[in-house]
């Protein structure tokens, strides 16, 4: 009864304040405690007893109420915070204003007229805190307050961090460095578990996490000076905390073990508490790590202490610990047991993936020490298996786009390449072909798939998985058969006269492929006979090539052949599969963010040059077929991650050439065959082909061969050289960031938090404007 008792006060007080239209006296205490004061509403109580609609009357009708309310929470979360919270009242009293700020924060930010109410001062109010130096008190912004208070809150002896002493600690005084909370990088020891101030700590991190959400109500803008000014704040030189918290953070989410002990289906017998906090430590970091530049190219200064942190990590110790632990939880739903549904599986992958990104592209030195050693194949697997997962799901649309990101940005290294090697001897539960060969083979496999089974709008990403494939080329020492079989089959599939025509960008990737062979066969030749046997089998394709005609009745032909309304995907082989996983559509219903459109591979990538000591040399751009920045499939905002047409590009170009009969098309269409045709580098293929196609014709007639294993025996032991044209240099495109993938990124991940936060719903119904959230 005492609970109910207590809701129904609190749901009293919400409807007194909801109908005062007078304003009330911030100095009625006995009015404003009722909010907050011996009540033991839970954060999900809050969210039921304080509905939307009323918080916005109050907002338009009593604007005075409402900024008095927020005041006076914030004003009990500094007190508490300058007490240190020695009673369990004074921690309930703090619990409830951080649940109820969580609740309002959000439709003060949807309203263009309060976004500046935080940042406000008081008169006379909440102050400065007097630090060593002997500051002035002059009054803090309200937002300035409420982030300190939270940061000294989540330090807080005997309510969120585990005391020292037996008596009370004063917590202006205390180092919060002593007070990590878990050990890792910077911090050796593990302080015990305790359940309670992981919640409280959970609590504290929600409002925090709820501060730093206004850049959800801001429109997309690339002006990488539209700085967030909480996370501004947060990460300045003003909080005290912020390496502690960095610290905390960082640790708590690469020492957590989802599995425990071991013991089967321990996740149903016990609530596990550290998940929670994990889950928004993890939310926290990659929001307060998002740089203005969007890129550690530009120099890191102490404007984010955050970022500054993460880039000067360096020791090996604490690298490996980052690299471990991030492995371990990606490749948590990968685990397989006997017993089904026995072991936990976590839900942050997308947070993980992002977080990785940003150790990779703000710490070089993680990078280097990422892609020295075969570790790296243990964030790449359980990439790949998301990519192969998501693949036919419009809702994944974006984790597709990170992965993807990812693993162009770990190409542009050669050690990536040298490392795709290694036998790929882990048997993951995909529907991909079984195979006997290396992480190479199952990465390109699986591309194959995304291009052949994967939903209509992943065609942006062809070029930046072709890319990929071409970075990696000229360091693959031996492809299976399978992988083979699939880069022929793509070859096969986008040289097709009505693809290659359909659409003026589509030439793009029969020259990423080109390059492939090209790399593989002037580079490792020795050992990758099982493509060259494939090369041979499919000549035709390169003669076809060859020989395209450019003429306008040919171009016609080819153009009536595919007729307009029919999917524009790539037909895939048949083909056996491992103890499957297959790639399921999202259910009905099933909530998305839209996204900005993802950049054209030309505007995210460099041109590198490997020179013959080693060393990486910058290209000077230019109009290359396969790099015209007016060209890539992904440049247009149509074709986008979050582009909400459902047409591909080449199909409306048809249907305007078959509706209209448009000359100009057929015109732009001969002229533009005829300047690309002439520049595809087919000389090493032919030359190939020239060499071994009577070889091996004649082996098969003087021996009487049905079995290709005499073939690929010989294959195996021929040699080229001298009879190849001089090895061309091997270019790499290093990926660039750049303020469309800063914005990319921006929504990708606000979009992200926003769908995991549904207990409670911090902004759902609310007026986000960052991006719109679908029904698939």
Request: proline content about 6%; overall charge negative.
């Amino acid at each position: 009864m005492g609970n109910t008792d207590t809701k129904l006060h609190f749901r009293k007080a919400v409807i007194q304040l909801t109908t005062k239209t007078q304003p009330v006296e911030a100095t009625d205490d006995a009015f404003w405690d009722q909010f907050w004061a011996d009540s033991s509403t839970t954060v999900q109580d809050v969210f039921a007893l304080v509905p939307a609609a009323e918080i916005r009357a109050v907002r338009e009708e009593s604007p005075s109420n409402l900024a008095t309310l927020c005041y006076k929470a914030v004003e009990r979360l500094v007190q508490g915070a300058d007490s240190g919270c020695p009673s369990e009242r004074q921690r309930q009293i703090v619990l409830n204003c951080t649940r109820l700020l969580t609740r309002i924060l959000p439709y003060i930010f949807e309203d263009a007229d309060w976004r500046g109410f935080f940042w406000s001062t008081v008169p006379g109010k909440i102050v400065k805190n007097v630090d060593q130096y002997g500051e002035d008190n002059e009054a803090r912004p309200l937002a300035e307050s409420l982030l300190l208070a939270i940061a000294d809150l989540l330090f807080c002896p005997d309510f969120t961090a585990q005391s020292h002493k037996k008596n009370a600690e004063d917590i202006r005084s205390i180092d919060s460095c002593e007070y990590i909370w878990e050990a890792g990088v910077g911090f050796a020891h593990s302080p015990p578990l305790n359940y309670t101030h992981d919640i409280n700590r959970s609590e504290l991190l929600k409002l925090l996490l709820t501060c730093l959400s206004e850049a959800m109500y801001l429109p997309p803008c690339s002006d990488s000076r539209n700085l967030n000014p909480w996370v501004a704040f947060f990460c300045s030189t003003e909080n005290r905390h912020a390496l502690p918290l960095f610290t905390s953070l960082l640790n708590v989410v690469c020492a957590y073990d989802p599995v425990g002990y071991g013991i089967p289906y321990n996740h149903l017998l016990f609530s596990d508490y550290r998940e929670q906090l994990v889950e928004q430590a993890l939310q926290i970091l990659i929001v307060t790590l998002e740089h203005e530049a969007g890129s550690a190219a530009s120099p890191v200064g102490p404007d984010n202490l955050f970022v500054n942190y993460l880039s000067r990590i360096h020791r090996e110790e604490d690298l490996s610990f980052i690299l471990k632990g991030l492995s371990r939880l990606m490749n948590n739903p990968l685990v397989q047991t006997y017993l089904p549904h026995s072991n936990k599986k976590i839900q942050f992958h997308q947070e993980l993936l992002i977080l990785f990104w940003k150790f990779c592209d703000f710490n070089k030195k993680f990078l280097f020490f990422v892609l020295k050693s075969s570790d790296v194949l243990d964030m790449l697997v359980p990439i790949l298996f998301s990519l192969n997962e998501a693949r036919a799901d419009q809702s994944r649309v974006g984790l597709m786009h990170i992965g993807v990101f990812i693993l162009l940005l770990l190409s542009g290294e050669r050690n990536f390449g040298v490392r795709l090697n290694k036998p790929y001897t882990l048997r993951v539960p995909m529907d991909i072909p079984v195979f006997t060969g290396t992480h190479a083979d199952l990465l390109i496999v699986i591309f194959h798939k995304i291009m052949t089974s994967g939903h209509q709008r992943l065609q942006p990403l062809f070029d930046c998985l072709l890319t990929i494939i071409v970075n990696i080329s000229p360091y693959l020492k031996s492809l299976s058969m399978v992988a083979a079989n699939k880069l022929l089959h793509l070859l096969e599939a986008f040289s097709t006269p009505w693809f290659l025509l359909s659409s003026p960008q589509n030439h793009h990737l029969v020259f990423f492929l080109l390059e492939v062979f090209n790399n593989i066969i002037q580079y490792q030749f020795d050992g990758n006979f099982n493509l060259v046997y494939a090369i041979i089998r499919k000549r035709n394709v390169f003669h076809q090539l060859a020989n395209l005609p450019s003429d306008t009745a040919s171009i016609q032909r080819a153009l009536q052949k595919k007729k307009p309304g029919i999917s524009r995907s790539i037909s895939t082989e048949t083909v056996s599969t491992e103890a499957s996983r297959c790639a399921v559509p999202a259910e009905p219903g099933t909530l998305k963010a839209s996204l900005e459109a993802s950049p054209g591979i030309d505007k995210i990538t460099e041109k590198t040059q490997v020179s013959v000591d080693g060393t990486m040399v910058a290209v000077p751009h230019s109009d290359s077929p396969q790099t015209s920045a007016d060209n890539s499939p992904a440049a247009g905002a149509a074709a986008g991650a979050g582009a909400s047409d459902t047409e591909s590009n080449s199909e409306r170009d048809l249907e305007v050439y078959a509706s209209k009969g448009s000359e100009y098309l057929l015109a732009a269409c001969v002229s533009q065959v005829s300047s690309w045709k002439v520049k595809l580098p087919l000389q090493t293929i032919m030359r190939l082909l020239q060499v071994l196609v009577p070889q091996v014709e004649k082996i098969c007639i003087d021996k009487g061969l049905t079995d290709e294993s005499e073939i690929l025996k010989f294959l195996q032991h021929g040699t080229l050289v001298g009879l190849l044209p001089v090895p061309h240099p091997i270019l790499i495109r290093k990926y660039q960031a750049n303020a469309g993938t800063a914005m990319w990124f921006r929504t990708y991940m606000w979009g992200v938090i926003y769908l995991r936060n549904v207990d409670p719903p911090i902004w759902y119904d609310t007026d986000i404007r960052l991006f719109e959230i679908q029904r698939v």
